[in-house]
């Protein structure tokens, strides 16, 4: 055995680690050991690679998950009460509530009585049930995200929770 083959069988079995089953190479193996200090360049290999990290996952704080998902269950219910007035002018330019009425019109034909659809398609009538239904979204979805977490920290006790593995780049 040379003692280049000798320095990087020493050097390995000091390290502990039983992972590397490569060789050193001869540059390796005569390089002077540093003994912990940093060196001024990291090695070629080392360069292209990103570190691996495995994460588990093991609890998940119920008060943190229902401020997140209250604060985003908001966004979205204003988000929603939004994108319902905007389609509701959107349809009352195009026209197409006076279209709706002139068809449900010749198809009743009821003589006094006139069909409006604006009694019950109103747009304070409709923003209002919007902002009803942003309510009770807000309200389930806070409730379920907290159950989640309650859910995910009592089935992460009995098998370990969820393991992720994450490199850096």
């Known amino acids: 055995m040379s003692t280049a ?3 990087g069988t020493s050097m390995r079995s000091a390290s502990g680690s039983s992972a590397d089953a490569r060789p050193l190479t001869r540059a390796q193996a005569e390089a002077p050991a540093t003994n912990g200090a940093a060196s001024s360049a990291p090695p070629a290999a080392a360069r292209g690679t990103g570190r691996r990290v495995r ?3 093991s609890r998940v704080d119920p008060w943190s998950a229902m401020k997140m998902s209250f604060l985003l269950s908001v966004a979205l219910g204003i ?3 939004v994108m319902i007035s905007v389609l509701w ?3 009352a330019g195009m026209g ?3 279209q709706v009425n002139g068809l449900v019109g010749q198809i009743i034909q009821d003589g006094d009585n006139t069909f409006d659809i604006m009694d019950f398609l109103g747009f304070g ?3 209002s049930l919007a902002i009803v239904v942003g309510v009770i979204d807000v309200i389930l979805m806070t409730a379920l995200a907290t159950l989640a977490a309650f859910l995910y ?3 992460s006790s009995l098998v370990g929770g969820l393991q992720l593995t994450l490199t850096d780049d």
């Open 96 to 98: 197409v509530f006076d």
């Open 79 to 81: 988000a929603g009460v």
């Open 153 to 155: 920290n009592v089935s």
């Open 89 to 91: 002018m959107i349809l």
């Open 125 to 127: 009538r409709v923003v």
């Open 55 to 57: 994460l588990t996952v």
């Open 5 to 7: 083959d000798q320095a």
